[in-house]
């Protein structure tokens, strides 16, 4: 036994022939592959290429390596820059997914926010559409019905931040005047509890603001807890669960108002991708022609504006009873050709296929992915990281439909599945074979008892006997 060496020096210079390597994670070879295959890289510089300067500043971080970094985040479930430049910086194989030797230096978390901060969102969101040609061009991308739906996102600022929209003053100075005013000189906590619980409306968007996210909202999360927040949207392929499109808006509008955005961007998406002759083909003819969503985003407005455009809609009506159509005719037969739509076999297949593929994809990107919770403040801000995120998912369904795995823990527990498949076969052809012996064990056991057996003498002949082989005594 020895003992560990509490002080050693460190060699001053090192050949990198000695460094230690490493193979490297078969899921982020098979994803350089496929960014290769594309030629991401390439096509990402020519993208950031105004945002450069040559001669000036510090060294520049490539821009595909600072995308890829923003997809890490995703496939490793890291909810933070900061945790994703060290999750980079400690990972050997990330290093080499990025393209980085061994005795290089991965970017820091800080480099990832003066990159964010320099590209523009328009530039993210043509990585976004790069990447879903990829995704056109491997036949995991229609088009033809989008699903629409939306989440919550809870914002980078705390609800006890909040300051009064009219004249800045803190929650809890509000509550202190609030309680002076109804005789309390100098009010406790517990004062300013009752205060509190006693006054309606305490958390009106129109009264109250963040001082560090005005955009955040005070909402009600999925899981039924008050944040602010903002609001998640997507178009979803339903027939692959490709994500065509994602906006984040503001919390509190409503459903009817936030779909025009999400289907705005998601038909420039398919656009760029029918621009693309190699992944044109892949799409169906009638891109964009059926729009699918829940009763939330059923309106008039709605209903009236997707017919105008040339869109089917297959969209919940809610129960409003008996209605005054009058004057409001084209909005009337859009209603009614919708809830037709939607009574029909096919109407109600596609409202199962919404809920399961659109769910789908807000819970990979949302919770699997960690960003439930944003670590960023702004909505532009927020959205250029999401583009990425929604981009490293929709590669995790190409690489689900070519290695059956979407990120690197789908692939290792796809490993574990099939070694453990493979022991539990193995145990169940040692069962059989011992219940095929065990008959064979009995009988030789028999044979061998009877071996043991002495064996009787033959009988003695009769005295007088004929047989040839009596003897005379």
Not at 315 to 335: H, L, M, Q, V
């Amino acid at each position: 036994m020895s003992r560990r060496a509490r002080e050693r020096q460190e060699q001053l210079w090192g050949p990198t022939t000695s460094l230690p390597t490493v193979p490297g994670n078969p899921f982020y070879t098979k994803l350089n592959e496929l960014l290769r295959e594309a030629d991401f890289d390439a096509k990402v510089e020519a993208l950031c290429e105004p945002f450069y300067s040559t001669g000036r500043g510090r060294p520049s971080i490539p821009p595909g390596v600072y995308m890829r970094m923003l997809m890490v985040g995703y496939f490793e479930g890291i909810d933070s820059e900061r945790g994703i430049a060290w999750r980079c910086a400690d990972s050997l194989s990330l290093k080499k997914f990025l393209g980085y030797r061994l005795e290089e230096a991965t970017p820091d978390h800080s480099s990832l926010s003066r990159i964010r901060t320099r590209l523009d969102l328009e530039t993210h969101q043509a990585a976004f559409d790069l990447v879903l040609t990829v995704v056109a061009k491997k036949g995991l991308l229609k088009g033809k019905t989008l699903g629409v739906d939306s989440s919550t996102m809870e914002a980078n600022a705390a609800l006890r931040s909040i300051v009064r929209r009219d004249d800045g003053r803190a929650y809890d100075e509000f509550l202190t005047d609030l309680a002076k005013e109804s005789g309390i000189e100098t009010p406790t906590r517990e004062d300013l509890a009752k205060v509190d619980r006693k006054r309606p409306k305490k958390g009106s968007n129109a009264d109250w603001t963040s001082p560090v996210d005005p955009e955040a909202r005070i909402t009600r999360m999925k899981d039924g807890s008050t944040h602010l927040a903002h609001a998640v949207e997507h178009a979803v392929d339903l027939e692959t669960g490709a994500i065509v499109g994602a906006t984040i808006q503001d919390a509190v509008v409503g459903d009817t108002t936030t779909i025009y955005d999400t289907l705005t961007r998601a038909f420039g998406a398919l656009i760029t991708v029918i621009s693309e002759p190699a992944s044109a083909e892949a799409l169906s003819n009638d891109a964009g022609k059926e729009v699918v969503a829940d009763k939330g985003y059923h309106s008039n407005d709605t209903m009236e504006t997707l017919a105008g455009a040339g869109c089917k809609s297959y969209i919940s009506e809610p129960n409003r009873g008996k209605r005054n159509w009058k004057g409001k005719e084209e909005a009337r037969d859009a209603t009614r050709s919708n809830g037709k739509r939607i009574a029909r076999p096919k109407g109600k297949g596609l409202m199962r296929k919404r809920g399961e593929l659109i769910e789908r994809s807000f819970a990979h990107a949302l919770e699997s992915g960690a960003m439930r919770r944003a670590h960023l403040r702004g909505q532009e801000n927020i959205m250029k990281r999401y583009h990425l995120q929604v981009a490293a998912f929709n590669l995790g369904l190409v690489l689900r439909s070519t290695i059956g795995a979407g990120t690197p823990k789908g692939l290792a527990a796809l490993a574990e599945g099939a070694l453990g498949a493979a022991t539990r076969s193995i145990g169940r052809l040692i069962a059989a074979l011992a219940a095929i012996s065990r008959p064979l064990d009995q009988l030789q056991g028999r044979i061998a008892w009877l071996q043991l057996m002495p064996t009787p003498a033959p009988p003695r002949p009769a005295a007088g006997s004929n047989s040839p082989f009596s003897t005379a005594c």
